[in-house]
Each structure stands twice: as structure tokens, then as C-alpha cells.
């Protein structure tokens, strides 16, 4: 099965193709199909939430705070534990990597600004900063980092929206990621690209600006700012106004 998210619902499709399955009428920015047949959705401000792979109504394992991103569960071998991630909008440095139980809240802060980790068979956690990914020797049981981290790859691609650096790794080892093209993230700017290639960057400040829409009539531009308040704001770019 390959599991994604759709018109606002989790849904799951055979992977020999075929029509797809509502899992839950819920979705978010991110998810895990865990070896107990259990989908932990990552919804950003709505906690982290489960359900059943054979569908049903989600339940939530991980409460809420206001103001606090949740995101990027991982279950863990024992498929009883699992990592996640949660912190303020745009404030990456202060993000925490959490160790918990499903069954019961015994959270534990084990890594201090990533915004993405997972645990390796070999025993180490590998985690995001942004653009940089490290790894670190970690241990199940006390729940503790065992050594120094140390770098495996720079300048991965790195997307606002869900901070999310663009990388997977499976089950026997292997790294993938997406090398960063350019400037990415915090101190963008926005720009329109003509059909025949010509780019003019608008004038509006450098932000923190992700997931740009084009109104219908072309003269407006909706985007997101994940900054303190996470808001949506539009931009008029004949003005220079927001």
C-alpha cells in the first residue's frame, strides 16, 4: 500500500494500483504506517493522532498545546514507542525531538533543535537542522544520546511549510535527499516567471515566505508565513503592499 493525504482525508491505494481507500477524514503534513498497522498523523497544531490502517475515526495520542507545531512521528522498532517533533513556528533552534510511549505519556526530550529525526537499525539517531543532517549513537532504553553527533550530509533541501528537509532512509542503511538549488527558506523573496523564462522579483520584503497562490484574476498573491503568529497574508504586488 502507499498512504497519502487528499482533500482532507488519509487515504491508502494497493500499490499494484487500483481505487483508492479512505483511511480517516483527517489529514496533515506528515505520517508513519507503523509495524502494528497503526497511521500516526503529524497535524501541526492538532497534536499527533492514530488510526487504524483499516480505517476508523483517529484518536489523539498527543494533546495540543496552543502555538506549538507536532509533527514528524516515527514509530520505533518495538512499534510501542515513537519520536516526534514539536516547537514554535520559526523558532527551529528552540524545537525538541520527543521520545514517548503510545500507551502512555512519558515524554522525554531527547534531542534539542531538530526538526526531523529517525532511529537507525545501527543505532543512532539521524536528524535534521534545516539544510544539515547528523547523526548521533542513541540508546532505546535510557533514552539518551551515547556519543557526539556528527555530520552526514549539507545543503539537503529544506522546505517551510511542515520544516521539512527533503531526505528518507530505509530500512538497510541507504540515505537519499534532495541537494538545495539555491536559496531556500527564511530570507526569500518572491519573484514571477513570464513563459518565456524572464524573472522579476516583486517588491515586497525579504520574508519567510512558502506555498505562494496566484489569485484568479493574477493580480493578487496569497502566501504563508510560518513566523510567530503562522499566518497567511496577502500580497499586492503592483503596490508593494501586504
Same mark, same amino acid.
Given at each position: 500500500?502507499?498512504?497519502?493525504f487528499?482533500?482532507?482525508? %488519509? ?7 487500483? %481505487? ?13 504506517w ?13 497534536g499527533i493522532l492514530?488510526?487504524s ?13 496552543p502555538?506549538? #507545531?507536532?509533527?514528524k ?9 515513537f +519520536? ?5 513556528p520559526?523558532?527551529?533552534?528552540e524545537? =525538541? ?10 515524554s ?11 532511529y537507525?537499525a ?5 536528524y535534521?537542522?534545516l539544510?544539515?543532517?547528523?547523526a ?13 553527533p556528527?555530520?552526514?550530509? =549539507?545543503n539537503?533541501?529544506?522546505t ?8 528518507? #532512509?530505509?530500512? %538497510?542503511?541507504t540515505l ?11 530570507k %526569500?523573496?518572491?519573484?514571477a ?10 517588491p +515586497? ?6 506555498d505562494p497562490?496566484i489569485?484568479?484574476?493574477?493580480? +493578487?498573491?496569497?502566501?504563508? +508565513?510560518? =513566523? ?9 504586488a ?5
Amino acid at each position: 500500500w502507499v498512504g497519502f493525504f487528499a482533500g482532507g482525508q %488519509t487515504k491508502k491505494m494497493p500499490l499494484a494500483g487500483g %481505487t483508492p481507500v479512505m483511511v480517516c477524514a483527517k489529514d496533515g503534513f506528515d505520517a508513519n504506517w507503523g509495524p502494528n498497522d497503526t497511521i500516526l498523523i503529524g497535524t501541526a497544531f492538532s497534536g499527533i493522532l492514530a488510526v487504524s490502517a483499516q480505517g476508523g475515526t483517529p484518536s489523539v495520542v498527543v494533546a495540543p498545546q496552543p502555538g506549538i #507545531l507536532y509533527l514528524k512521528p516515527r514509530f520505533l522498532p518495538d512499534g510501542k514507542t515513537f +519520536l516526534y517533533v514539536r516547537g514554535k513556528p520559526g523558532s527551529f533552534d528552540e524545537w =525538541e525531538g520527543v521520545m514517548r510511549s503510545f500507551e502512555k505519556d512519558d515524554s522525554t526530550v531527547v534531542l534539542r533543535g531538530p526538526n526531523q529525526l529517525m532511529y537507525t537499525a545501527t543505532g543512532h539517531l539521524v536528524y535534521a537542522r534545516l539544510s544539515e543532517l547528523l547523526a548521533v549513537p542513541f540508546d532505546l532504553v535510557s533514552r539518551r544520546a551515547t556519543g557526539n553527533p556528527v555530520r552526514v550530509a =549539507e545543503n539537503v533541501d529544506y522546505t517551510n511549510a511542515g520544516g521539512t528537509s527533503q531526505f528518507a #532512509l530505509s530500512d %538497510t542503511g541507504t540515505l537519499v535527499y534532495l541537494a538545495a538549488q539555491g536559496t531556500r527558506g527564511l530570507k %526569500t523573496r518572491l519573484a514571477a516567471v513570464d513563459r518565456a523564462g524572464k524573472v522579476t522579483v516583486l517588491p +515586497l520584503d525579504v520574508r519567510d515566505y512558502s506555498d505562494p497562490k496566484i489569485s484568479p484574476d493574477g493580480r +493578487l498573491v496569497a502566501a504563508h +508565513l510560518p =513566523e510567530a503568529q503562522n499566518d497567511v497574508w496577502v500580497a499586492d504586488a503592483a503596490r508593494g503592499t501586504m
